[in-house]
């Protein structure tokens, strides 16, 4: 695991009394692999008696204590432990159990294949980029007060670094020491909505996503749930936990992450046999399946981690921790005190970086050694692009021409600061800047839709990413949701249907046009609802489904932001004016001039777009782009907040003179190590456990 330097933990006990530490405290986990055994891996926490997982790459072992080895010490004072293969027995081939044989796991289903999503092919750059999951951890008190809290353990999140370029880095953890900080039921849904409103409104920190790990038993068939798609959302970036053992837990967290990061269970989409899940004899981490261990994503939930990322999100996961705790080791990909590089293991450097970087020290005239804004061992230079735009409510970011994009200070486009004209003194390698995205409200589409949250909003694009069809026409809306029944509405109204005022009609009930089948996403609740009417000398087909995600989300309504009229759009199954959501500003001179008239304009604006140079109040969208941090995107030789500011791209310096570019590293980040036995398995194994029941 990566541990960031800001790591707390927080034990609460009576009356929410708290005590934080700070730091890694006690280094007593190993991660690594048997020796002489080049496919195996082992994951062990040594912390009051030895826990973990282990593989000689044909058969994977749990290793735990005997119930009661605390208490029945031998004269050593050396603790009696247990291991045994998972599963325990020969697993049979998939699709042939054996006669008589069952799963480990109460409630288990045989592997089912699935078909791949439907995905356009990805930008190159912003899948290519390592990401980075900030992961705080909660552990409630029947846990504790089971004996087991998961310890953390120095590890490499081998899995979804190797199979999705991401890495994990644990932020924080918190254990309930006397009592549960919320009500935890048996349902999981209810006990994740509870979960996410306590953290909403309990003690603040920095994190992409948070976890429950629990030691009661949901009534569930499945052993945890997380909000789909809802990783860096403060309303959605949460998961809850079942704890059975260590490799039970372990997938069942690479599940509900992988579920965070846009990854679905589809029953459907498995019948098809399309999915290609490269482990055909232990089955892949997302699939319904409970037999054996997986440790591999299968193509359905990459392609679905990819579009998620291609739709514009997981805005969160590009930005790099600026430093991690734990003692500095060349040759794990971070440069750390007292290296000016480090471009990873033998074969990584062999790749890239290995020509400028030689046991973490810069080579001759070298500047830099990796990352997407160092090329031939130099920075290249400010403005030349660095991650492509994914979509039209989305913002290319370029390089700043040093390593300066770890500036707090993101002025201009890609976030270059002023006086960043040359090359500085820094062991920061030449990252990308932070992926941001068009403010809210800009139009996209051909004026049809509207950028919210970082992505075109409009009906067709709803219908099409659920049922691969387009919206049904205007007239079914004006029909059917005023209805207040199953087949047209505004949502429920306890165990019946809310009428659509006339002017909320297009953003009630979703209605599509000739859908038939299963969804591409969630489950069908009922069957498809299919009304023909016959509309100025023609049929007219209005369709719509219940269609809802495992984290309970609806998807059978109109998406918020969606217009539905001029200078309208929709909030809560309402048709407001735009004025109503309060959408930031742009920044601006004194004269009005937006951007001081500096920045970079919006594409929609030369497609004859409605938009302002003034402020944005009402309908107002500016010819200029501004992000999510309120800031404008500024041209080549402006910068600042404002694009007040000129700062031209100065010329490059004839070959040889640059002057070499060494010095003093500080630290920047550094390799770490807390997240439980429980997270080393989870995320180095990548899910060698199980999570289903």
Same mark, same amino acid.
């Given at each position: 695991?990566?541990?960031?330097?800001?790591?707390?933990?927080?034990?609460? +006990?009576?009356?929410?009394?708290?005590?934080?530490?700070?730091?890694?405290?006690?280094?007593?986990?190993?991660?690594?692999?048997?020796?002489?055994?080049?496919?195996?891996?082992?994951?062990?926490?040594?912390?009051?008696?030895?826990?973990?997982?282990?593989?000689?790459?044909?058969?994977?072992?749990?290793?735990? #204590?005997?119930?009661?080895?605390?208490?029945?010490?031998?004269?050593?004072?050396?603790?009696?432990?247990?291991?045994?293969?998972?599963?325990?027995?020969?697993?049979?081939?998939?699709?042939?159990?054996?006669?008589?044989?069952?799963? #480990?796991?109460?409630?288990?289903?045989?592997?089912?294949?699935?078909?791949?999503?439907?995905?356009?092919?990805?930008?190159?750059?912003?899948?290519?980029?390592?990401?980075?999951?900030?992961?705080?951890?909660?552990?409630?008190?029947?846990?504790?007060?089971?004996?087991?809290?998961?310890?953390?353990?120095?590890?490499?999140?081998?899995?979804?670094?190797?199979?999705?370029?991401?890495?994990?880095?644990?932020?924080?953890?918190?254990?309930?020491?006397?009592?549960?900080?919320?009500?935890?039921?048996?349902?999981?849904?209810?006990?994740?909505?509870?979960?996410?409103?306590?953290?909403?409104?309990?003690?603040?920190?920095?994190?992409?996503?948070?976890?429950?790990?629990?030691?009661?038993?949901?009534?569930?068939?499945?052993?945890?749930?997380?909000?789909?798609?809802?990783?860096?959302?403060?309303?959605?970036?949460? +998961?809850?936990?079942?704890?059975?053992?260590?490799?039970?837990?372990?997938?069942?967290?690479?599940?509900?992450?992988?579920?965070?990061?846009?990854?679905?269970?589809?029953?459907? /989409?498995?019948?098809?046999?399309?999915?290609?899940?490269?482990?055909?004899?232990?089955?892949?981490?997302?699939?319904?399946?409970?037999?054996?261990?997986? /440790?591999?994503?299968?193509?359905?939930?990459?392609?679905?981690?990819?579009?998620?990322?291609?739709?514009?999100?997981?805005?969160?996961?590009?930005?790099?921790?600026?430093?991690?705790?734990?003692?500095?080791?060349?040759?794990? +990909?971070?440069?750390?005190?007292?290296?000016?590089?480090?471009?990873?293991?033998?074969?990584?450097?062999?790749?890239?970086?290995?020509?400028?970087?030689?046991?973490?020290?810069?080579?001759?005239?070298?500047?830099?050694?990796?990352?997407?804004?160092?090329?031939?061992?130099?920075?290249?230079?400010?403005?030349?692009?660095?991650?492509?735009?994914?979509?039209?409510?989305?913002?290319?970011?370029?390089?700043?021409?040093?390593?300066?994009?770890?500036?707090?200070?993101?002025?201009? /486009?890609?976030?270059?600061?002023?006086?960043?004209?040359?090359?500085?003194?820094?062991?920061?390698?030449?990252?990308?800047?932070?992926?941001?995205?068009?403010?809210?409200?800009?139009?996209?589409?051909?004026?049809?839709?509207?950028?919210?949250?970082?992505?075109?909003?409009?009906?067709?694009?709803?219908?099409?990413?659920?049922?691969?069809?387009?919206?049904?026409?205007?007239?079914?809306?004006?029909?059917?949701?005023?209805?207040?029944?199953?087949?047209?509405?505004?949502?429920?109204?306890?165990?019946?249907?809310?009428?659509?005022?006339?002017?909320?009609?297009?953003?009630?009930?979703?209605?599509?046009?000739?859908?038939?089948?299963?969804?591409?996403?969630?489950?069908?609740?009922?069957?498809?609802?299919?009304?023909?009417?016959?509309?100025?000398?023609?049929?007219?087909?209005?369709?719509?489904?219940?269609?809802?995600?495992?984290?309970?989300?609806?998807?059978?309504?109109?998406?918020?932001?969606?217009?539905?009229?001029?200078?309208?759009?929709?909030?809560?199954?309402?048709?407001?004016?735009?004025?109503?959501?309060?959408?930031?500003?742009?920044?601006?001179?004194?004269?009005?001039?937006?951007?001081?008239?500096?920045?970079?304009?919006?594409?929609?604006?030369?497609?004859?777009?409605?938009?302002?140079?003034?402020?944005?109040?009402?309908?107002?969208?500016?010819?200029?782009?501004?992000?999510?941090?309120?800031?404008?995107?500024?041209?080549?030789?402006?910068?600042?907040?404002?694009?007040?500011?000129?700062? #031209?791209?100065?010329?490059?310096?004839?070959?040889?003179?640059?002057? /070499?570019?060494?010095?003093?590293?500080?630290?920047?980040?550094?390799?770490?190590?807390?997240?439980?036995?429980?997270?080393?398995?989870?995320?180095?194994?990548?899910?060698?456990?199980?999570?289903?029941?």
């Amino acid at each position: 695991h990566l541990l960031a330097s800001h790591y707390v933990e927080r034990h609460v +006990g009576a009356g929410g009394n708290g005590s934080h530490s700070t730091g890694a405290g006690e280094h007593c986990y190993y991660q690594g692999r048997i020796r002489g055994q080049p496919r195996s891996f082992a994951a062990l926490s040594s912390c009051q008696g030895l826990r973990g997982v282990f593989s000689d790459g044909r058969a994977t072992f749990l290793i735990e #204590p005997r119930p009661g080895a605390e208490r029945r010490r031998d004269t050593l004072g050396t603790h009696h432990h247990r291991a045994h293969p998972t599963p325990p027995n020969i697993p049979p081939r998939p699709g042939q159990p054996q006669e008589g044989s069952s799963s #480990p796991w109460r409630g288990a289903e045989p592997a089912q294949p699935r078909a791949p999503a439907q995905v356009r092919r990805a930008q190159h750059t912003v899948h290519s980029e390592t990401k980075y999951i900030e992961l705080a951890v909660v552990n409630d008190h029947q846990l504790v007060s089971g004996g087991f809290i998961p310890s953390a353990v120095p590890s490499s999140p081998q899995i979804y670094k190797e199979q999705l370029n991401t890495r994990i880095v644990l932020v924080a953890m918190e254990t309930w020491a006397s009592e549960d900080r919320i009500r935890v039921g048996d349902d999981s849904l209810e006990t994740l909505n509870e979960f996410v409103k306590y953290r909403r409104e309990g003690p603040p920190g920095h994190s992409d996503t948070v976890h429950l790990f629990s030691g009661r038993t949901f009534q569930s068939s499945r052993s945890g749930t997380a909000f789909v798609g809802g990783i860096c959302s403060p309303a959605r970036a949460g +998961g809850v936990n079942e704890y059975g053992n260590v490799a039970a837990m372990a997938v069942t967290l690479a599940q509900t992450l992988g579920q965070n990061v846009g990854m679905m269970w589809n029953k459907h /989409r498995a019948a098809a046999g399309d999915c290609r899940c490269p482990d055909s004899w232990l089955g892949c981490i997302m699939e319904d399946t409970g037999y054996y261990l997986p /440790r591999k994503f299968s193509r359905c939930s990459i392609d679905e981690y990819n579009q998620f990322l291609q739709d514009g999100g997981g805005s969160c996961l590009f930005n790099k921790p600026l430093k991690l705790l734990d003692p500095p080791e060349c040759g794990n +990909g971070f440069v750390e005190a007292g290296e000016e590089c480090d471009c990873g293991s033998l074969a990584e450097c062999a790749k890239s970086g290995g020509n400028c970087c030689k046991k973490c020290t810069l080579t001759h005239d070298a500047m830099c050694s990796d990352g997407l804004c160092c090329k031939g061992c130099k920075y290249e230079p400010r403005g030349v692009s660095c991650r492509e735009a994914v979509n039209e409510c989305d913002i290319p970011e370029s390089c700043t021409g040093d390593s300066s994009q770890v500036s707090r200070e993101r002025g201009g /486009r890609g976030g270059t600061r002023r006086g960043a004209t040359g090359h500085h003194p820094s062991s920061v390698p030449p990252q990308c800047p932070p992926n941001l995205h068009k403010l809210d409200g800009y139009f996209c589409e051909n004026d049809q839709g509207r950028c919210y949250g970082g992505r075109c909003k409009t009906r067709d694009r709803q219908c099409n990413a659920l049922w691969g069809r387009g919206s049904a026409e205007r007239f079914c809306y004006e029909k059917l949701n005023v209805e207040g029944t199953e087949r047209g509405n505004c949502g429920r109204e306890g165990p019946g249907w809310l009428q659509c005022n006339k002017q909320d009609v297009l953003c009630g009930f979703l209605l599509c046009a000739n859908i038939s089948g299963a969804p591409r996403l969630g489950e069908l609740s009922g069957e498809i609802a299919t009304t023909t009417f016959f509309h100025q000398n023609r049929y007219v087909d209005c369709r719509g489904g219940h269609v809802q995600l495992v984290d309970g989300s609806d998807l059978s309504y109109v998406e918020d932001g969606t217009p539905c009229g001029p200078g309208m759009l929709c909030l809560d199954h309402k048709c407001l004016p735009a004025s109503a959501f309060n959408f930031s500003s742009c920044p601006g001179s004194w004269d009005g001039k937006i951007c001081f008239d500096h920045g970079v304009r919006d594409a929609a604006a030369g497609r004859g777009g409605r938009h302002t140079e003034g402020s944005r109040g009402g309908d107002a969208v500016p010819w200029q782009v501004c992000s999510n941090e309120g800031k404008c995107i500024c041209r080549a030789e402006w910068t600042g907040k404002d694009c007040s500011v000129y700062d #031209p791209i100065p010329e490059p310096k004839p070959t040889g003179e640059t002057e /070499r570019y060494k010095g003093p590293s500080g630290t920047n980040i550094i390799i770490g190590s807390i997240a439980g036995a429980v997270l080393v398995a989870a995320i180095v194994l990548g899910g060698t456990g199980w999570g289903f029941k």
